[in-house]
T-cell receptor, first 115, second 116 residues
């Protein structure tokens, strides 16, 4: 069974510290991996998408890396702010189970940035 | 514009009611999705429409009935729901193309459904 795992489930850091969020997946045959942010009771906001052929993607303070051989992706958020407090989800589009863009989600990492 | 609009934002219904959730996008995407998300859990795929045809039904009970009347709209008709169906229902859309690695899914804000 193809799974996506996110560790830790929760994380609390003081403002200004860098955040490191981990995502692991069980099969390296993927089309892409997408990182999302979700605020409580809200929808998902797409942060970054890394294609299978890419090693990293950057957007502002966010940087995501992808290592297919080890089945890992890491989301780095530099100089964290209280507004970064949210749940961060990664989702993988596996090739073998792909039917019209089906995503396999991790359970998420709940982040709290304290002032 | 990368907006997916869902209405209503909140819905409370009894087990004998019939209601509908609506989703709209104007990004020219030809794939649209319904997800169900329970509290503190990841979203679970329910249905996928591609080119206005149902492509995936993840063994969803028949009390949920999707409809895609045109390329911009996606509905989810609800009938005789159970209390355990209470959840956040999310709609998403994406492009459909050969370069599957590039297809970002964009999500709406969701409809919070409570079944009494």
């Amino acid at each position: 069974k193809q799974e996506v795992t996110q560790i830790p489930a929760a994380l609390s850091v003081p403002e200004g510290e860098n955040l490191v969020l981990n995502c692991s997946f069980t099969d390296s045959a993927i089309y892409n991996l997408q990182w999302f942010r979700q605020d409580p009771g809200k929808g998902l906001t797409s942060l970054l998408l890394i294609q299978s052929s890419q090693r990293e993607q950057t957007s502002g303070r966010l940087n995501a890396s992808l290592d297919k051989s080890s089945g890992r992706s890491t989301l780095y958020i530099a100089a964290s702010q209280p507004g970064d407090s949210a749940t961060y989800l990664c989702a993988v589009r596996y090739i073998s189970t792909d039917s019209w863009g089906k995503l396999q989600f991790g359970a998420g990492t709940q982040v709290v940035v304290t002032p | 514009d990368t907006e997916v609009t869902q209405t209503p934002k909140h819905l409370v219904m009894g087990m004998t009611n019939k209601k509908s959730l609506k989703c709209e996008q104007h990004m020219g995407h030809r794939a649209m999705y319904w997800y169900k998300q329970k509290a503190k859990k990841p979203p679970e795929l329910m249905f996928v429409y591609s080119y206005e045809k149902l492509s995936i039904n993840e063994s969803v009970p028949s009390r949920f009935s999707p409809e895609c009347p045109n390329s911009s709209l996606l509905n989810l008709h609800l009938h005789a729901l159970q209390p355990e169906d209470s959840a956040l229902y999310l709609c998403a859309s994406s492009q459909v193309g050969r370069e599957r690695g590039k297809n970002i899914q964009y999500f709406g804000a969701g409809t919070r459904l409570s079944v009494l």
